[in-house]
Every structure is written in structure tokens, then in C-alpha cells.
């Protein structure tokens, strides 16, 4: 898979997770891919100060990514 590809599935990945966070005034940014298999995003509005980001991020977003391009090994929010 091209680098290109890459990031195209890791965005259809976010897209797809997207509307929940924003149901609860949050959302998510893709901000690097490194290595091709390290992912880092960015937790925004609501998100930023959730006390369940973590496992959002885990399972929710990892998960989803990784169901889109199983070559990915971590997912890390960055602020």
C-alpha cells in the first residue's frame, strides 16, 4: 500500500468515527503518519478534556484505523 493510500484509508477510518464524536461536540484530526504503521491524531473540543479519551482512542479510533490499514501498530493523541 502506497503512502497515499495509506493516509486516504486512515481518513475513510476517521470518517467513519467521526459523527459519534461529534455527537458529543467533539472530533478528530489526522495529524502523522510515521513509519507507515504509527499513526498520531489530535482530540478536539470536547474531546480534548474527556475523561474517557484514552479508551475512546483504543477502542474506537485504534481499532477502526486498524480494520483500515492493518499494517498500523500505534495510534497516540498529541496535543
Known amino acids: 500500500m502506497s503512502q497515499d493510500q495509506l ?3 486512515i481518513e475513510k477510518a476517521l470518517e ?3 459523527p459519534f464524536l461529534n455527537s458529543d461536540g467533539g472530533d ?3 495529524v502523522a503518519v510515521e513509519d507507515d504503521k504509527h499513526v498520531k491524531v489530535r482530540f478536539e473540543g ?3 478534556g474527556c475523561s474517557v479519551n484514552q479508551m475512546t482512542l ?3 479510533v485504534e481499532t477502526t484505523i486498524k480494520r483500515y490499514a492493518p499494517q ?3 495510534v497516540e493523541n498529541v496535543s
Open 7 to 9: 493516509i486516504e484509508n
Open 16 to 18: 467513519e468515527i467521526r
Open 28 to 30: 478528530i484530526t489526522l
Open 46 to 48: 470536547a474531546c480534548t
Open 58 to 60: 483504543k477502542a474506537g
Open 72 to 74: 498500523i501498530e500505534t
